[in-house]
């Protein structure tokens, strides 16, 4: 790929995520690429599957990319995070799913505030072989009576490309 340049473009750039759905990767069926080929425009998922919303304290959750080349080596981390607010049966029973789950995988959709939609734990070389796990779980009581209880989990899955963008069309939650 040869250098094209880069033109900021002017509109909004506030951050924050919209909505994280999460599925188990073992129930991704194909990845269809758009016609422009530079997004994902479906995502079929096995019969009776389907993608589950988490619900996340508000401004709580962040998605970031770390890109790094390393002795000819490029790598990805990928880092999804999300406070699912109390520590109570509920908190606990999600976090108990993420580590059943993880060793097979979990991808997820990452809709931010501006409605670009990212999806995260599949890429096109190696499918959902890379996919998100839980990397942490922090619960917290608080110190104090003022303090609020807390649960935050952060899945994150490392490989060699991008989050790949999806089409309005294949965001169907």
């Known amino acids: 790929m040869a250098l094209t340049g880069y033109q900021r473009k002017c509109g909004k750039r506030s951050g924050g995520i919209r909505s994280i759905a999460l599925v188990e990767a073992d129930k991704i069926q194909?990845?269809?690429k758009a016609p422009d080929g530079e997004?994902?425009?479906?995502?079929e998922l096995n019969d009776g599957a389907s993608f589950v919303d988490y619900r996340f304290e508000e401004d709580q959750a962040l998605y970031e990319e770390t890109v790094s080349y390393d002795s000819g080596s490029l790598m990805v981390t990928h880092s999804l995070s999300m406070a699912l607010g109390?520590?109570?049966?509920?908190?606990?029973?999600?976090?108990?799913e993420l580590i059943e789950t993880s060793p097979c995988g979990i991808v997820a959709i990452v809709v931010t505030n501006n409605g670009d939609a990212l999806l995260v734990g599949y890429s096109e070389k190696f499918g959902t072989e890379r996919a998100l796990h839980l990397d942490r779980s922090i619960g917290s009581t608080g110190r104090k009576l003022s303090d609020s209880t807390s649960e935050s989990i952060v899945l994150v899955s490392t490989d060699t490309g991008k989050a790949g963008l999806l089409t309005e069309e294949a965001v169907v939650l």
Do not use: C, G
């Open 86 to 96: 109390r520590m109570d049966a509920a908190s606990r029973q999600a976090v108990e």
């Open 30 to 32: 194909s990845v269809t």
């Open 39 to 43: 997004r994902f425009s479906a995502v």
